[in-house]
């Protein structure tokens, strides 16, 4: 049973920025993709970036791309997500998540393990 853990959540300014990691735990090393996905209130759970083990494959949302950076250290079985000149757009509930292959996916039935979330909260 793999269990996720995500921190880093908070509440900035536009334009700020904030990291979050996610710390997975379990009886093995994920060589799975992972990925990250956010919900807003009253809207569907919405990819956000994804990351082969390797590292050499890489997917962004297209309102990320170019301000967000997915990366992970395979050793401490964690990923993590730079979020820099946010919008209060980007205000919702991150959510790292363990895909079902090494594949990079985009959809949220891909993914078989959740963390809880962390909320970012960005100010106008």
């Known amino acids: 049973q793999v269990q996720l853990v995500e921190s880093g959540g908070g509440l900035v300014q536009a334009g700020g920025s904030l990291r979050l990691s996610c710390a997975a735990s379990?009886?093995?090393?994920?060589?799975?993709?992972m990925g990250w996905f956010r919900q807003a209130p009253g809207k569907q759970r919405e990819f956000v970036a994804a990351?082969?083990?390797?590292?050499?494959?890489?997917s962004y949302a297209n309102s990320v791309k170019g301000r967000f950076t997915i990366s992970r250290d395979n050793a401490k079985n964690t990923v993590y997500l730079q979020m820099n000149s946010l919008k209060p757009e980007d205000t919702a509930v991150y959510y790292c998540?363990?895909?079902?292959?090494?594949?990079?996916?985009?959809?949220?039935?891909?993914?078989?393990?959740w963390g809880q979330g962390t909320q970012v909260t960005i100010s106008s």
């Open positions: 998540a363990v895909g079902t292959g090494a594949a990079v996916r985009l959809d949220v039935r891909d993914y078989g393990y």
């Open positions: 990351i082969t083990w390797s590292g050499h494959i890489i």
């Open positions: 379990g009886p093995t090393l994920i060589t799975d993709a």
